[in-house]
């Protein structure tokens, strides 16, 4: 009865978003050149998402390989964003001469920037996940990266959280976008694609807010939640700095503040910490299927592609995730169909939730 329910989910979610996920399974491997494979993959900070993609990547190269009758060896670099870390990766990378090299980016590229980059294009190959490539100056265009470089993004196509929120509360028409003022390269990809994604859902891209201090940005929450039912927001990066330039722990602090004192204003997510925090649902990417997406095109290169020649990808997956206790708290309903269709129902703003856990 479960396998049915879910399954019956999916097929309801595809209906709703007209969602077009990039299905292709990697090619069949063709006459491989040898049985063991050196694969390296460099990471920045290996948090459980971050492995989570590491262990999608590993998981599809094995199967693959051990069906060709081969296999690989891996070696992971924690970059921890460090610039002292740097030196050893690249001195490391140099003297292994891997076949293949996978890079898992925080939003800010490091990885590709401080280690990908700087790799010799004709002794090196290299699968990235990389959210902004063109801004990062990783690729050319999407279509034709160019260089030893090709990827997968991060962020899913920003069409399926504007229908979201339409779904949610039909007369959501006007979108506020607000980010990290220090995330200037990621935030010219956000105002870029939402842009695009507004103009063709029929939404206004009513303001556009960067913010400099966690005060800052709670104080702009307390403006929004001011706003008409027409208003709902998409925040890309939280301000994780206070005013005094100290840390801000925002998945503690933010969480809290939003809880208490926001009543009115639904912001929606892409990624799933923000729905499991209170936000009334998201369209989240499903990261290890994002490694197993870099998986299949790092096969490709493995059986003679060359990674310019080969398109920058969106995730072509995502997972639909409500909020019950999050909805409430601002006076929204969820649709029946839409708690149907999610692949994970949190209960509570304390985490909880019924559906799929992994």
Known sequence: MERRRQAIGSRTLSAIFLALFTLGAASSLGALERKTYTIHIVVDVLKPKFQEVVDGIKATLDRELAAAGASATYTVHDTRTDPKTVPAILAALEAAKPDLVFA?????????????????????RVVSENCIPLQSGVAKSFERPGGHITGVGVFVRMNSVLRLAKMIRPESKKLVFFSWSAMGKINEWFLAELTRACAE?????????????????FAFYLECDKLGPEYFGFGAVSVWVKKDGSYAPMDVIEKEFVRDNIRHFPQYCYDEVGVMNGAPAGACVIWRDLGEQMGEKGLKILNGAKPGELPWEYPRKYNLLVNLAGAKSIGLGLPDNLIRAAYRVYTDLDGRYIGRGN
């Open 201 to 217: 859902e029929g939404i206004e891209l009513a303001q556009v807010k960067y913010l400099s201090s966690a005060e800052e940005q």
């Open 104 to 124: 898992v980016n925080n939003p800010a590229t490091f990885a590709d920037s401080n280690i990908s980059l700087k790799l010799d294009p004709a002794r090196f």
